[in-house]
């Protein structure tokens, strides 16, 4: 069964420093990769997302995630956080859909969940 | 991206009580999914609603007590029946752009507290 891990359930950052968000998956094949953010009181954004291709991904506002498959880890990070960064940061990862599928096949499973502080 | 409007953004019910969310998307989509972020929680996908076929529910939720409509490829409403305190949640949608390799775009929530 395919299951998504954020070992941690918050991470402080000072301004201006680098941060780092885990995930870790597993799943069997190929996954599909995403990551996604929640502001207090509003809905889900999608940041990025691994397919195939380059390893190092880039997203919306400044943010990147590194796709490692022998370790099976797909980790956010950002070179110089903004406190206006702070939020909930899912991992999700999804099975490539097979060309019929329907019902529940390939569905998004999200992590728990890291709250990002970032700090002035 | 897909422009995804929900109906309420909130609301307050009694016990007792059903509730109709409305889901609407700026364009066609195939698939269009409802989730449920229970209170210091993550996602947890409720079913799937494919236009012109009955929803397809995950294990632990069922028709009854979540009914939902797929009228068209542009709208869908999820029912929460029969409420108690334990639905207290965020409900979203989702939809699925299959043409963007798979990347589900979601709506703004609907926060749901029930008394």
């Known amino acids: 069964a395919q299951s998504v891990a954020q070992p941690e359930d918050q991470v402080n950052v000072a301004e201006g420093n680098p941060l780092t968000v885990k995930c870790t998956y597993s799943v069997s094949g190929n996954p599909y990769l995403f990551w996604y953010v929640q502001y207090p009181n509003r809905g889900l954004q999608f940041l990025l997302k691994?397919?195939?291709?380059?390893?190092l991904v880039k997203g919306s506002y400044g943010f990147e995630a590194e796709f490692n498959k022998s370790q099976t880890s797909f980790h956010l990070k950002k070179p110089s956080a903004l406190v206006s960064d702070s939020a909930l940061y899912f991992c999700?990862?999804?099975?490539?859909?097979?060309?019929?599928?329907?019902?529940?096949?390939?569905?998004?499973?999200f992590g728990k969940g890291t709250k990002l502080s970032v700090k002035p | 991206s897909a422009v995804i409007s929900q109906k309420p953004s909130r609301d307050i019910c009694q016990r007792g009580t059903s509730l109709t969310i409305q889901c609407q998307v700026d364009?066609?989509?195939?698939?269009m999914f409802w989730y449920r972020q229970q209170p210091g929680q993550s996602l947890t996908l409720i079913a799937t609603?494919?236009?012109?076929?009955?929803?397809?529910?995950e294990s632990g939720f069922v028709i009854d007590k979540f009914p939902i409509s797929r009228p068209n490829l542009t709208f869908s409403t999820l029912t929460v029946s029969n409420m108690s305190p334990e639905d207290s949640s965020i409900y979203l949608c989702?939809?699925?752009?299959?043409?963007?390799?798979?990347?589900?775009?979601f709506g703004p929530g609907t926060r749901l507290t029930v008394l």
């Open positions: 691994y397919i195939t291709g380059d390893n």
């Open positions: 364009s066609q989509v195939t698939m």
């Open positions: 989702s939809v699925d752009y299959r043409g963007q390799k798979d990347t589900q775009y």
């Open positions: 609603a494919n236009q012109g076929s009955e929803a397809t529910y």
């Open positions: 999700a990862v999804r099975d490539p859909v097979p060309v019929n599928y329907g019902g529940s096949q390939g569905n998004l499973i």
